[in-house]
């Protein structure tokens, strides 16, 4: 059984910082890209910042510049440095995994349950 497990959510002023964690665990194979979502209420969710097995990223562009993505394979965990925060980026944040696990002959896509942002005064 596979498991993505977020940390690092809560409550920030703005123009604050924050680092969210998602850590892959249970019968991994292989993890190919890693990513970040957010969905804030009464909206879909949208692409945050990918981050490839290779280390390739791309961002959305509301948060170039301030957000950074990396992820430590030996940890099998992704990062979301999150810079000079603003109340738009309220929103719950799901990491994300495409990863093949031990005994499947494909990668598949997984959700990690989400952990809470805030940016307000």
């Known amino acids: 059984q596979v498991q993505l497990v977020e940390s690092g959510g809560g409550l920030v002023q703005p123009g604050g910082s924050l680092r969210l964690s998602c850590a892959a665990s249970?019968?991994?194979?292989?993890?190919?890209?890693m990513g970040w979502y957010r969905q804030a209420p009464g909206k879909q969710r949208e692409l945050v910042a990918t981050i490839t097995s290779g280390d390739s990223t791309n961002y959305a562009d509301s948060v170039k510049g301030r957000f950074t993505i990396s992820r430590d394979n030996a940890k099998n965990t992704v990062y979301l440095q999150m810079n000079s925060l603003k109340p738009e980026d309220t929103a719950v944040y799901y990491c994300?995994?495409?990863?093949?696990?031990?005994?499947?002959?494909?990668?598949?896509?997984?959700w990690g349950q989400g952990t809470q942002v805030t940016v307000s005064s």
């Open positions: 249970g019968s991994i194979s292989s993890i190919y890209a």
């Open positions: 994300n995994a495409r990863l093949q696990p031990i005994g499947a002959l494909n990668a598949y896509g997984y």
